[in-house]
């Protein structure tokens, strides 16, 4: 019964920074003072933060009350500059998703789109993130819409991603986030023929331990959003605000 009734919020961020003020996606950017806000609210609320794969964990044996799971995608400079060092004056821990063909470069996806080219992480500052007692999770090789890719490219951005940033890194790549939060039931499929344990999407609600592991929801944190939106999506009903998925 614990296992049916085990809930586990996950949130998703991308930057910890200022939004630059021509940028188009100002939601996609959260400040440092209000990620330090955040953090300071979950301890406050008695929350803990955790990473994807004690989250999991604690979700299937049914002790996840009482966590957070906190999520990076891109695997931003930013995230270990910005966020990192706040997160362990909270004694938080995250997983950043990483996409393995582009550290040390930049957002080469959405750079013209969103009309900044952001620093990634590189092998050295991923090794740094680790050392902190963070977790490196798999965001595909080169952030592509999969579903729009034929079939034996998507399923090589799907594995060997996580193949690519095991040997790097030399740790268990566990997690995937899909690019663009896009997936289709093909998708899900070769994520799990990939070996994944978990994937997470951007579709809204909190994780339930009966939701396929392949099909998670995350909160989406966002810039704009004040300190009263959060504490609803982290300690309210948010529940309701499920979308069943394809």
Same mark, same amino acid.
């Given at each position: @019964?614990?296992?049916?009734?085990?809930r586990l919020p +996950?949130?998703?961020?991308?930057?910890v920074a200022e939004a630059p003020? =021509? $940028? *188009?996606?100002?939601l996609l950017y959260v400040s440092p003072e209000k990620f330090e806000r955040q953090l300071w609210t979950l %301890?406050?609320? &008695?929350?803990? %933060?955790?990473? @994807?794969?004690?989250? @999991?964990a604690r979700l299937h044996n049914g002790t996840s009350r009482g966590c957070v799971v906190l999520t990076f995608d891109d695997g931003y400079a930013d995230t270990l500059t910005t966020a990192a060092p706040l997160m362990k004056q909270y004694g938080v821990r995250a997983t950043c998703? !990483? !996409?393995? %063909?582009? +550290? %040390?470069?930049?957002?080469?996806?959405? $750079?013209?789109?969103v009309r900044e080219r952001k620093p990634l992480m590189s092998r050295e500052q991923l090794d740094q993130w680790l050392a902190t007692g963070m =977790? !490196?999770?798999?965001?595909? !090789?080169?952030? *592509?819409?999969?579903? =729009?890719? *034929?079939q034996d490219l998507a399923q090589h951005e799907i594995a060997e991603s996580r193949a690519a940033l095991r040997n790097l890194l030399g740790v268990p790549i566990g997690h995937f986030a899909y690019p663009? &939060? $896009?997936?289709?039931a093909d998708t899900v499929a070769w994520v799990r023929r990939a070996g994944y344990a978990s994937a997470v999407t951007v579709l809204p609600g909190i994780a339930r331990a009966s939701d396929d592991r392949l099909r998670l929801p995350r909160i989406l944190v966002k810039g704009e959003h004040g300190l009263w939106k959060f504490l609803l999506h982290v300690a &309210? *009903?948010?529940e309701r605000l499920r979308r069943r998925t394809p």
């Amino acid at each position: @019964m614990l296992w049916t009734m085990s809930r586990l919020p +996950i949130l998703c961020y991308h930057n910890v920074a200022e939004a630059p003020k =021509e $940028a *188009p996606f100002k939601l996609l950017y959260v400040s440092p003072e209000k990620f330090e806000r955040q953090l300071w609210t979950l %301890g406050r609320l &008695g929350l803990r %933060g955790v990473c @994807m794969s004690e989250g @999991m964990a604690r979700l299937h044996n049914g002790t996840s009350r009482g966590c957070v799971v906190l999520t990076f995608d891109d695997g931003y400079a930013d995230t270990l500059t910005t966020a990192a060092p706040l997160m362990k004056q909270y004694g938080v821990r995250a997983t950043c998703y !990483v !996409v393995s %063909g582009a +550290i %040390g470069t930049y957002n080469r996806w959405d $750079a013209d789109y969103v009309r900044e080219r952001k620093p990634l992480m590189s092998r050295e500052q991923l090794d740094q993130w680790l050392a902190t007692g963070m =977790e !490196v999770g798999s965001h595909s !090789v080169s952030h *592509p819409r999969l579903h =729009e890719l *034929p079939q034996d490219l998507a399923q090589h951005e799907i594995a060997e991603s996580r193949a690519a940033l095991r040997n790097l890194l030399g740790v268990p790549i566990g997690h995937f986030a899909y690019p663009f &939060g $896009a997936f289709t039931a093909d998708t899900v499929a070769w994520v799990r023929r990939a070996g994944y344990a978990s994937a997470v999407t951007v579709l809204p609600g909190i994780a339930r331990a009966s939701d396929d592991r392949l099909r998670l929801p995350r909160i989406l944190v966002k810039g704009e959003h004040g300190l009263w939106k959060f504490l609803l999506h982290v300690a &309210g *009903p948010y529940e309701r605000l499920r979308r069943r998925t394809p």
